[in-house]
């Protein structure tokens, strides 16, 4: 059983860009969530989604906007980045959009904006 | 609007201590509570998770406890080693959200 896998491992960007963050689910689930997480804080949850729709959403701004793919693989794109976008960006996977269901997270990708 | 706070925010102790790391939530209508552990710069790991119904979990070296009503969990570690060092995070799953409320941590070093 694979487990949740991010890429990349680190970027750097500098403000005003575009960013693209990637997400391979566990195998067998369908449901996938991101969350961003500043240096020294606990993570906060920009968005979930269930078979490629969105599903929930935290309070992010509309520049940060995500795709799920048919398998289950998902993207977030973070748009005119600023430099508190700066974070270590996390995706967790889970098998079904239920509550209850329990979030397997991946290693993360640390976004730098200069 | 559901808060999580984790008292202490740093914890240094020698190896082989018993040591107990705090959680308290301010709105008790919750699913579940879980406790991760994340190595620096590193995604999360998690440790326990307690269903709204339970009072504890245990794990090893780890027990959890869940006080619903007083809006509290305790993560209990035996024999603490430095392998263990690392930040411990504890987050809720809320009704009225249906997404994980997560505390800003405990950073435990344990040193030998």
């Known amino acids: 059983e694979t487990g949740v896998t991010q890429s990349p491992t680190h970027l750097i960007k500098t403000r005003g860009q575009q960013v693209t963050l990637r997400c391979s689910s566990q195998s067998g689930h369908n449901t996938v969530s991101w969350y961003q997480q500043a240096l020294g804080q606990g993570p906060q949850f920009i968005f979930q989604y269930y078979r490629e729709e969105e599903n929930g959403r935290g309070n992010f701004p509309p520049r940060f906007s995500g795709l799920q793919f048919p398998n289950y693989s998902s993207e977030l794109n973070v748009n005119a980045l600023e430099l508190d976008d700066s974070a270590l960006y996390l995706c967790?996977?889970?098998?079904?959009?239920?509550?209850?269901?329990?979030?397997?997270f991946g290693p993360g990708t640390r976004l730098t904006v200069l | 609007k559901q808060e999580v706070t984790q008292i202490p925010a740093a914890l240094s102790v020698p190896e082989g201590e018993n040591l107990v790391l705090n959680c308290s939530f301010t709105?008790?209508?919750?699913?579940?509570l879980q406790w991760f552990r994340q190595d620096p710069g590193k995604g999360l790991t998690s440790l326990l998770l307690i269903q709204s119904s339970q009072r504890e979990q245990t794990s090893g070296r780890l027990n959890a406890s869940l006080d619903k009503s007083s809006g509290r969990s305790t993560l209990y570690i035996a024999a603490s080693q430095p392998g263990d060092s690392a930040t411990y995070l504890c987050?809720?799953?809320?009704?009225?959200?249906?997404?994980?409320?997560f505390g800003t941590g405990t950073r435990l070093q344990v040193f030998p």
């Open positions: 709105d008790s209508a919750i699913y579940n």
């Open positions: 987050a809720v799953l809320s009704y009225n959200t249906d997404k994980l409320i």
């Open positions: 967790a996977s889970s098998l079904g959009a239920g509550p209850v269901n329990e979030q397997f």
